[in-house]
């Protein structure tokens, strides 16, 4: 005979504060549960056991720790798991040294044919080291712009002189 303990079962969720799936009763005491319409009889029977909370399921961290420790080891960290743009997996400091390098390759050529004055380069290289070009073609358009190259006519009269 299947005994009807709804109340029961709502009350003792209730002081259990948990969903009435997961309060179990002792099949044993079920007889004493049945007679138990009280929320202090409910709270009676929990103190001795015969009502019990079962616990919930939780997420196993085992699989995320594993993977945690494969990344650490320098694992599943290949072209497939990547995200993003390239620039956003390449080192930061690469990135500088290799800009920086053209910038100021590109200054010493200017001054090696004459383009710009020695004091307009060594002011170029500061402000490139300042971070303060893009690219090469951002130093041609500030020359550009303060007119800073040196014009042929200049130089012309330079040679005759």
Same mark, same amino acid.
């Given at each position: 005979? *299947? ?13 259990? @504060?948990? &969903? ?26 929990? @103190? ?13 961290? &085992?699989?995320? /720790?594993?993977? @945690?420790?494969?990344?650490? *080891?320098?694992?599943? %960290?290949?072209?497939?798991?990547? @995200? ?6 390449? /080192? ?24 710009? &004055? ?16 893009? &690219? ?10 303060? %007119? ?8 012309? *009269?330079?040679?005759?002189?």
């Amino acid at each position: 005979m *299947k005994m009807d303990v709804h109340v029961q079962r709502r009350l003792a969720a209730s002081l259990l @504060k948990c &969903s009435p799936k997961r309060v179990t009763f002792n099949n044993e005491r079920l007889e004493e549960i049945k007679e138990a319409i009280t929320k202090t009889d409910i709270r009676g029977l929990i @103190k001795d056991g015969a009502i019990i909370k079962i616990n919930k399921k939780g997420i196993s961290k &085992s699989r995320a /720790n594993k993977r @945690k420790t494969q990344r650490r *080891k320098g694992r599943q %960290s290949g072209m497939g798991r990547r @995200k993003g743009s390239p620039n956003t997996h390449a /080192n930061t400091k690469d990135v500088w040294i290799a800009g920086i390098r053209v910038q100021r390759e590109f200054t010493r050529e200017l001054l090696a044919k004459g383009l710009v &004055s020695v004091q307009t380069a060594k002011d170029l290289i500061g402000k490139a080291k300042g971070g303060f070009f893009r &690219s090469r073609r951002h130093i041609k358009l500030y020359l550009d712009e303060h %007119s800073l190259f040196i014009q042929k006519d200049r130089q012309d *009269k330079k040679d005759k002189q």
